[in-house]
Nanobody, 121 residues
Framework: QVQLVESGGGLVQAGGSLRLSCAAS????????MGWYRQAPGKQRELVAG???????NYADSVKGRFTISRDNAKNTVNLQMNSLKPEDTAVYYC???????????????WGQGTQVTVSS
């Protein structure tokens, strides 16, 4: 069984910073892409940032220049450094991993439970 556990959410004032972390554990053979998504009340879940196993990254236009995604392949972790936070960044943030397991042998998408980020104005 695979688990993705997020940490690091919370309440911060506009202009502040937060760092989200996500650790994947379980019967993992290989992790392909990892990413962070967010969902604000009444809105669809959207991609915030993604990173491949080789380190290539992509970002939503709304966070470019403010957020940085990184990963540690040896530890199966992915982080999201969020700077210059704005009230519109308020949402539940979800960690995502496209990974291959050994038991059973398959490749699938896995999600964390979500962590709340609230930015006050």
């Amino acid at each position: 069984q695979v688990q993705l556990v997020e940490s690091g959410g919370g309440l911060v004032q506009a202009g502040g910073s937060l760092r989200l972390s996500c650790a994947a554990s379980g019967s993992i053979f290989r992790i392909n892409a990892m990413g962070w998504y967010r969902q604000a009340p009444g809105k669809q879940r959207e991609l915030v940032a993604g990173i491949t196993s080789g380190g290539s990254t992509n970002y939503a236009d709304s966070v470019k220049g403010r957020f940085t995604i990184s990963r540690d392949n040896a530890k199966n972790t992915v982080n999201l450094q969020m700077n210059s936070l704005k009230p519109e960044d308020t949402a539940v943030y979800y960690c995502n991993a496209d990974l291959m397991t050994l038991r059973p042998i398959r490749t699938a998408d896995y999600w964390g439970q979500g962590t709340q980020v609230t930015v006050s104005s």
